[in-house]
């Protein structure tokens, strides 16, 4: 069974970071490229950050290209998200997903003083 | 990377058929044959409805459908049911890794 797990949210500060974290498994998790997307509440899907199977390839929106960095450890099935100067705009659930088959149950990135 | 336009909201009665838009461009929606739709339902994670614009996961009844033309994908539900009432959401490959969604349609069961 495939499983996508996120961790890392929380309460942080205007301009400070944050690091996401998703662990996959059920599937062979290198051979995929795999994707960031966010919800702010209320709103609709926004697609964040995808990176390829072997690491070696990255793409980002627009409203994050600069402050975000997305990663991946194969060795351990997981991918990341460093978030870096972050502001109010950038609260939301974020979603780790396999564009289009899978997807986790989001973790809550909530950005406020 | 502008977002797919979708109708802001679409209702019908139980057993009749809506249909929802997705408009995009010549760079994702008309260009790949990689549009997918979710549904999603208060609180919840997006549920994927339909891939490669018109194949049905296992599990999805075939009261869903989808097709595309040009710069625009629809999705159709047939025989609404209740449980059918939630928010949708198209999204289309658009290049190099990324994608693009739509803005998200409110279907309501009457």
């Known amino acids: 069974e495939v499983q996508l797990s996120e961790s890392g949210g929380g309460l942080v500060q205007p301009g400070g970071s944050l690091r996401l974290s998703c662990a996959a498994s059920g599937f062979t998790f290198s051979s995929y490229a795999m994707n960031w997307v966010r919800q702010a509440p209320g709103k609709g899907l926004e697609w964040v950050s995808a990176?390829?199977?072997?690491?070696?390839?990255?793409d980002y929106a627009d409203s994050v290209k600069g402050r975000f960095t997305i990663s991946r450890d194969n060795s351990k099935n997981t991918l990341y998200l460093q978030m870096n100067s972050l502001g109010a705009e950038d609260t939301a659930v974020y979603y780790c997903?396999?564009?289009?088959?899978?997807w986790g149950q989001g973790t809550l990135v909530t950005v406020s003083s | 990377q502008s977002a797919l336009t979708q109708p802001r909201s679409v209702s019908g009665s139980p057993g009749q058929s809506v249909t929802i838009s997705c408009t995009g461009t010549?760079?994702?929606?008309?260009?790949?044959?990689?549009v997918s739709w979710y549904q999603q339902h208060p609180g919840k994670a997006p549920k994927l409805m339909i891939y490669?614009?018109?194949k049905r996961p296992s599990g999805v009844p075939d009261r869903f459908s989808g097709s595309k033309s040009g710069n625009t994908a629809s999705l159709t539900i047939s025989g609404l049911q209740a449980e059918d009432e939630a928010d949708y959401y198209c999204c289309s490959y658009a290049g190099s890794y990324s994608y693009v969604f739509g803005t998200g349609t409110k279907v309501t069961v009457l």
């Open positions: 990176i390829s199977g072997s690491g070696a390839s990255t």
């Open positions: 010549s760079s994702d929606v008309g260009g790949y044959n990689y």
């Open positions: 997903a396999k564009i289009p088959d899978y």
């Open positions: 490669d614009v018109s």
